[in-house]
């Protein structure tokens, strides 16, 4: 007997799959679209072909097919819908129903698979598979996107091969980038400790949750001489020009975006002349 995927849930599955076509299930009427698309597109047909010009009928089985639209999305398992409609949100989504009934974890075996070597999420492989298309249909000029991508992950390979341990990790452009992207959520980290030091040899310690003077310590407060900022401020930092004794207070925050654009533009220099070296081979 096969193994359904942990935490499976048929209404879940259909939810990601409106989701990554766009279709917000939480907005009004999006049921009423899905419905009308389904017999537009062929994939379901009216009862007779006098219904075909029975405005009544119409809507009557359009709603039909809305209210059961609604009433998927509740539903813990593909066995609780009939195997009709399990064909119909194959058709609709081109997903394998195998993905529906729990047994993959992405919508079909190729994600699953590409997925399970990458990482990469079902939107960023239709996004490459995307491209990959516009550079099949389009002869007139070269994918530059796809051309682009490729040469970073050359690039970044040939630094795994010299690293020869076996580590993918690179400090590569997307590493600097995703630390731009994330910048904003970045504060220095709490100090819940002192070190001190009360002769030439010897040193003191304590920390938060210590007793000092028959009292708890609750938070540690050490401020800079000139601009008082605690030592804990998480989205501050003193620092001192000892050319001119001048203090200043910096944004953590934009210390580390600046850090990480630093890096960005090291990386774009690298790999601009890593370009040049290539294009000189052909």
């Given at each position: ?56 009928a ?11 639209l ?14 009709q ?16 009934m ?8 190729a ?15 239709t ?13 007139l ?20 091969i ?31 400790s ?89």
């Amino acid at each position: 007997m096969r193994n359904k995927i942990p935490n499976y849930h048929f209404g879940k599955c259909l939810k990601y799959l409106y989701s990554i076509n766009e279709i917000d299930t939480s907005k009004r009427g999006w049921a009423d679209s899905v419905a009308s698309s389904l017999f537009d597109t062929g994939i379901l047909a009216y009862h007779s072909a006098n219904d075909v010009k029975n405005i009544d009928a119409r809507t009557k089985q359009k709603y039909s097919v809305k209210k059961s639209l609604q009433n998927h999305l509740a539903k813990n398992s593909a066995e609780e819908i009939s195997v009709q409609w399990l064909s119909v949100y194959c058709n609709y989504f081109d997903c394998s129903a195998d993905y529906l009934m729990g047994y993959i974890e992405k919508p079909t075996y190729a994600l699953t698979d590409i997925n399970e070597k990458t990482g990469l999420s079902v939107e960023a492989i239709t996004a490459l598979e995307l491209l990959k298309s516009d550079t099949e249909n389009i002869h007139l000029f070269h994918n530059i996107e796809l051309e682009t991508l490729d040469f970073v992950l050359k690039s970044i390979r040939k630094k795994q091969i010299l690293q020869k341990n076996g580590i993918g990790f690179t400090e590569s452009i997307f590493h600097f980038i995703g630390l731009y992207l994330c910048s904003g959520e970045i504060v220095k980290e709490r100090s819940d400790s002192i070190r001190y030091r009360y002769d030439d040899k010897h040193f003191g310690f304590f920390k938060v949750g210590d007793t000092i003077d028959n009292h708890i310590v609750q938070n540690i407060y050490a401020n800079y001489n000139d601009t008082k900022i605690n030592i804990n401020d998480l989205e501050k930092l003193s620092v001192l020009n000892v050319n001119n004794n001048q203090h200043y207070v910096l944004n953590i925050s934009r210390l580390f975006k600046a850090h990480a654009f630093d890096g960005i533009q090291e990386k774009l220099i690298e790999l601009s002349d890593e370009w040049k070296k290539e294009s000189h081979k052909d």
